[in-house]
């Protein structure tokens, strides 16, 4: 069992910048995939960022590419999402996701992980 624990959210203008943690428990996050999703008001939850847990290889949604980074501190058990530029756009609530210890999987689908965190609001101004 994986309980994951987000922070960091908040209410910040166009153009700024909020960094979200997961810290973990139950498992070591290296061995697990793990992704950033969100969900804005009225609509479906969608893919934001991923990162393996074999390879550490990482992936973006087209539309925050550039603008957000997925990372992890093993040490601290903790996956961050450095989310710069913020637009309007991007207010949602954001989960954090992991998949079963040692899985593969295909990281843009939600489906395919076992565990998720209650979400933290990111709210951005225009």
């Known amino acids: 069992q994986v309980q994951l624990d987000e922070s960091g959210g908040g209410l910040v203008q166009a153009g700024g910048s909020l960094r979200l943690s997961c810290a973990a428990s139950?498992?070591?996050?290296?061995?697990?995939?793990m992704g950033w999703f969100r969900q804005a008001p009225g609509k479906e939850r969608e893919f934001v960022a991923a990162i393996r847990w074999i390879t550490g290889s990482t992936s973006y949604q087209d539309s925050v590419k550039g603008r957000f980074t997925i990372s992890r501190d093993n040490t601290k058990n903790t996956l961050y999402l450095q989310m710069n530029s913020l637009k309007p756009e991007d207010t949602a609530v954001y989960y954090c996701a992991a998949a079963r210890p040692f899985s593969t999987i295909q990281v843009m689908d939600g489906t395919q992980y076992d565990y998720w965190g209650q979400g933290t609001q990111v709210t951005v101004s225009s």
């Open positions: 139950g498992r070591a996050i290296n061995t697990c995939t």
